[in-house]
């Protein structure tokens, strides 16, 4: 199965089911999926942005690790299904950057 992802329609506002933040859309062309302020994401995609799966549990941050290409990424799993999923952290969006002083907790956090 090959990894696409799709942007078309799925970059949009939403509140975070974990903790209540209001959560703007990115505005680098990405999309957003998860709570700038917790990290927290819901489990709504099979390939990354297709918003297909039908679990829609809520992910948890549970680690956080960094790629030469992508930065900062999360890595999330579902509270419900278990499925594991990793999301690029959006320190650079311009509107509602990801909050660092999460990204540090959740880096110590890991590390225990």
Known sequence: MSRRFTVQGTNNAFA?????????????????????????????????GDRAS?????????????????????????RTCGYQGRNKAALDDPGQPDSWDALVALSRRARE
Not at 26 to 46: A, M
Not at 59 to 67: F, H, K, R
């Open 54 to 78: 039908d679990c829609h549990g809520v992910m948890e941050p549970v680690g956080v690790d960094q790629s030469s290409k992508k930065g900062w990424v999360i890595l999330h799993r579902c």
């Open 16 to 48: 975070c089911a974990h903790c209540g933040a209001a959560v703007l859309p990115l505005q680098n062309g990405s999309v957003r999926n998860h709570c700038p302020e917790c990290l927290h994401s819901l489990h709504v995609d099979i390939l990354p």
